[in-house]
């Protein structure tokens, strides 16, 4: 394990105020609230809840060890006010169930690949460090790297998990080559990717939208870690778990991630109402309320403080009321695929 503390030290957390404010109402007025940070990470938005709400508890949970590790020695001034759980966020369910808690006051998650991750040369989850080895795991004892993906996984199923999960354009011509190259040599650096992907993608494709790795390399990291699959388990976990008044709040890098929170959060805010009615009739009325009429964005104090901050899409929504006998069962309309 490296040595990763400057990382702790330097960690500035995306939009923490924001979040700090969107989730006070819902916070203030218990008197020992409770709180899930579903994705802990260096602990930068539990320690700032932590230290405006005198008498919050936390219930941390992150799947990365090393995060952990940090996220604790960071938090340890808390006490018993923090609690880190070695788990996913797909397994809040689980988590809560297993401490006796019917409901929480609220929900944070902050999706995606931490700073951690990022700066971690070993990790692999970053196209700009030439050297890396192809990991990509968020949790380093489980699972196959990437590297192991790419070198065992059929042309076809690449291709489907590149162009589902990165929206690439031309995953099929990359997944060709992939194959191609691993029947000579296996791909094992991130460097070995990145070159192979920029001799794939034609010149005149690779002049916009930055490096033409970063598609690909999202694409693996969600597949590897079945990113998609684990976040709609955690929204519907996650609105069941809200108390009436309490508050979800859920930061988003990337636009599928976004799209499954939107989905998740719409049937809430515009519930399904009969036709025809001249009012609406007890138990259609919306059981979620938009707290930021649809997607934030970073403002440009952010960006300049933070910027990571750059592509975050920050969605909150407040519970009033649970859902009534005849709502049917949230499902998502177009589910992720399941990893083969």
Not at 113 to 129: C, K, P
Not at 193 to 199: G, N, P, S, T
Not at 253 to 276: C, M, N, W
Request: charge should be positive.
């Amino acid at each position: 394990m490296s040595t990763i503390t400057p990382t702790a030290a330097i960690h500035q957390p995306v939009l923490v105020q924001r979040c700090v404010e969107l989730l006070a109402p819902a916070l203030i007025p218990v008197e020992r609230p409770v709180l899930v940070d579903a994705t802990v990470g260096l602990g930068g938005h539990s320690e700032a809840l932590l230290q405006r709400f005198p008498h919050l508890q936390i219930i941390g949970i992150d799947r990365d060890g090393e995060a952990r590790a940090l996220a604790g020695k960071r938090l340890s001034v808390f006490g018993s006010r923090i609690e880190i759980v070695a788990a996913t966020y797909g397994q809040l369910a689980e988590i809560l169930a297993e401490r006796g808690l019917e409901t929480v006051d609220g929900i944070l998650a902050d999706l995606g690949v931490s700073s951690l991750q990022l700066d971690e040369t070993a990790r692999g989850f970053a196209y700009a460090i030439p050297e890396a080895p192809l990991d990509m795991r968020m949790d380093q004892s489980r699972g196959i790297t990437a590297a192991q993906f790419i070198a065992t996984t059929s042309e076809t199923e690449i291709a489907r998990v590149l162009r589902t999960y990165g929206e690439e354009k031309f995953a099929r011509q990359i997944a060709r080559n992939i194959v191609k190259t691993r029947e000579v040599t296996p791909l094992r650096t991130t460097g070995e990717l990145v070159d192979l992907i920029r001799a794939t993608i034609p010149a005149p494709a690779r002049r916009h939208g930055g490096n033409p790795a970063k598609r690909t390399f999202q694409a693996l990291r969600v597949a590897v870690n079945d990113e998609l699959r684990d976040l709609e388990v955690f929204l519907t976990a996650a609105l069941d778990a809200l108390r009436v008044g309490g508050r979800l709040v859920v930061e988003s890098y990337q636009s599928l991630e976004d799209r499954l929170v939107k989905q998740a959060f719409t049937p809430g805010i515009h519930p399904e109402v009969p036709r025809g009615l001249p009012v609406i009739p007890t138990g259609y009325e919306p059981w979620l309320q938009d707290l930021t009429r649809g997607a934030e964005k970073a403002d440009a104090l952010e960006l300049q403080r933070n910027s990571r901050s750059q592509s975050v899409r920050l969605r909150a929504v407040a519970k009033l009321r649970e859902m009534a006998p005849h709502e049917p069962k949230r499902t998502n309309p177009n589910p992720a695929p399941r990893r083969k």
